[in-house]
């Protein structure tokens, strides 16, 4: 199918068979966009020409001009220690109790950053004030009484020390892992490390570090295992304390005991322990496992690859260990009650016909 118009029509509608004009803009360089420095002639007819926007804002603001003409010196970055470090934690706490104490107002608390309502805080921790209030009278009370006097449970809490560290959780059984509780009770903290160390069994490693982390730490928390200066700033620092009964210099002396006053090295005594076995002291202040006892834990998950592609599932048992340590000074004490609560027995025991005190009067016959 041809169309009707002629093909020479056709060619002379075509533009892009044509030759069009094309004209030239002239384009001038920016001053940025000019490579290079720019002349002085440059500068000082640049200089000479006014912005009167410029400068009545200037005329405006003394100030931030003049600020403005003068180079911005960047101040140097302070000193910072790294995320990773031990001490990071302790000084992010510094800074957010620095803070809190600055940003508390009158009759609000202020608790990590978040300000809390004492009032609300009571009827959640105090839900019956009365009862409460009851509580405390009852107690003052009670030590109006007794005179500022201690019961016995308080008086070993404030002269004789001791310490409880529990250990993370060890992959094994409760069973294994008590075996080695029982052997290391009773024994001190040395012995106890070096039947550690030479022992066999995979899990004593772990429970040689736990007891020398156990060790470090009371010596470092409870002042144990310390006779020197623990001996030197006892009298000090009950002087300075509230005159309550028990609590002085010669109250702490006499419950140390006669056998705890006078113990060296060239001078060890001897006493039976609760088992009946005899044990030799020479330090007073030396640490020792007073009890020991395991805790069971989660149970982990272990693949148990079977024959014909089967899996079983076996339960991993996990289980903690858990060690009080004391002073020798406590085994001193409780030999010396078992020893007075047995003489005390025997004593009881023998029959006496008349009570023991001089005659006053003479009769002429027998009073039997």
């Known amino acids: 199918m041809s169309l009707p118009a002629p093909a020479r029509r056709i060619a002379s509608r075509c533009l892009f068979c044509q030759n069009l004009p094309i004209r030239t803009r002239p384009q001038q360089l920016s001053p940025i966009a000019t490579p290079g420095r720019r002349a002085a002639s440059d500068d000082s007819s640049s200089a000479s020409r006014s912005n009167p926007i410029l400068d009545e804002y200037r005329k405006n603001n003394p100030e931030t001009a003049s ?33 809190d104490e600055e940003d508390v107002e009158e009759g609000k608390t202020k608790i990590g950053g978040i300000t809390r309502d004492p009032n609300a805080i009571a009827r959640v921790m105090v839900p019956d004030p009365a009862a409460r209030e009851r509580w405390e009278r009852k107690k003052v009370i009670q030590l109006v009484k007794k005179g500022g006097r201690l019961t016995k449970p308080e008086f070993l809490k404030r002269t004789e020390r ?119 002291i020479d330090d007073p202040s030396k640490i020792y496992i007073d009890q020991a006892w395991v805790g069971r834990g989660p149970y982990g998950k272990l693949p148990d690859y079977r024959a014909r592609g089967r899996i079983f599932i076996m339960r991993t048992p996990w289980t903690s260990l858990t060690v009080v340590l004391k002073e020798e000074k406590t085994r001193i004490r409780e030999h010396e009650e078992r020893q007075a609560k047995r003489r005390k027995k025997i004593t009881a025991q023998v029959w006496v016909p008349l009570p023991d005190r001089p005659i006053q009067t003479h009769r002429q016959w027998y009073s039997w």
Not at 162 to 179: D, F, I, R
């Open 162 to 280: 001791e310490h409880l560290v529990k250990s993370h959780n060890m992959k094994t059984s409760v069973k294994k892992l008590g075996m080695i509780a029982r052997q290391i009770a009773g024994k001190t903290i040395d012995d106890a490390i070096v039947q550690m160390r030479f022992s066999p069994k995979k899990v004593a490693q772990e429970v040689l570090k736990q007891l020398e982390f156990a060790r470090d730490e009371a010596v470092v928390m409870r002042g144990m295992g310390l006779a020197g200066a623990a001996e030197e700033h006892a009298g000090v620092l009950n002087e300075s304390s509230t005159d309550i009964a028990g609590t002085t210099a010669a109250g702490l002396e006499a419950a140390r005991g006669t056998l705890a006053q006078r113990i060296t090295s060239d001078n060890p005594i001897s006493i039976q322990l609760k088992d009946g076995k005899r044990h030799q």
């Open 67 to 99: 600020s403005a003409l003068q180079p911005s010196q960047q101040m140097p970055q302070q000193g910072d220690i790294a995320s990773s470090s031990i001490f990071e934690d302790h000084r992010r706490i510094q800074e957010q109790r620095r803070e």
